[in-house]
């Protein structure tokens, strides 16, 4: 009679079912993902806070090791000149430069830090926790697909058993009928 075969019946709940595991799926690997790049966006956070606090002390301790590197490339220069150059006012000039660019270098560096630091703190939310949020709404598109499917079959079915039931009634009626005409 009306209504969708067993075979289709099975066909959708599979589809329902399968579309439900993606969904159960897409979620854990959300879940995955998040915890994942959490922790390295709360380090990133709270190194940015240090910075964007303005205290010079946090600042430094923050740029310690990129201060290190100039004042190491600094100190090679020195050695440089001090191996290459005679004794006098080119050496002495030379020396000073450096110093002055070490000393430059590190003081852009400590502003550039913290001036960089405000758009870096910004752009944290934006970073992994994006793809969690992605797989999330894959997680919720597939329950809404799942749903479909098995509205769909729900629909079929009781369209199926609607017809079933007009035509019983159809051929209670026509047998009523009959009986009358007799």
Excluded: C, H, W
Aim: charged share 10%; aromatic share 4%; proline share 3%.
């Amino acid at each position: 009679m009306g209504g969708p075969s067993q075979a289709t019946e099975k066909a959708q709940q599979n589809l329902a079912n399968t579309q439900q595991a993606q969904s159960a799926q897409a979620t854990q690997q959300s879940q995955q993902l998040f915890n994942t790049t959490f922790p390295g966006i709360q380090s990133a956070e709270n190194y940015y806070k240090l910075l964007s606090s303005g205290d010079p002390n946090s600042i430094f301790k923050a740029t310690a090791p990129a201060a290190e590197n100039i004042a190491a490339q600094k100190q090679s220069v020195l050695n440089q000149i001090n191996q290459n150059m005679p004794r006098g006012g080119a050496k002495d000039l030379a020396e000073a430069q450096a110093t002055s660019q070490s000393g430059s270098q590190i003081g852009n560096l400590f502003t550039q830090a913290y001036t960089s630091s405000f758009p870096a703190l910004a752009n944290l939310g934006t970073s992994g926790v994006g793809l969690s949020v992605n797989e999330l709404a894959n997680s919720i598109s597939g329950l809404g697909q799942a749903s479909q499917t098995l509205s769909s079959l729900g629909g079929e079915q009781s369209a199926g058993k609607a017809a079933t039931l007009g035509f019983l009634g159809s051929l209670g009626g026509a047998g009523a009928s009959a009986l009358a005409a007799v």
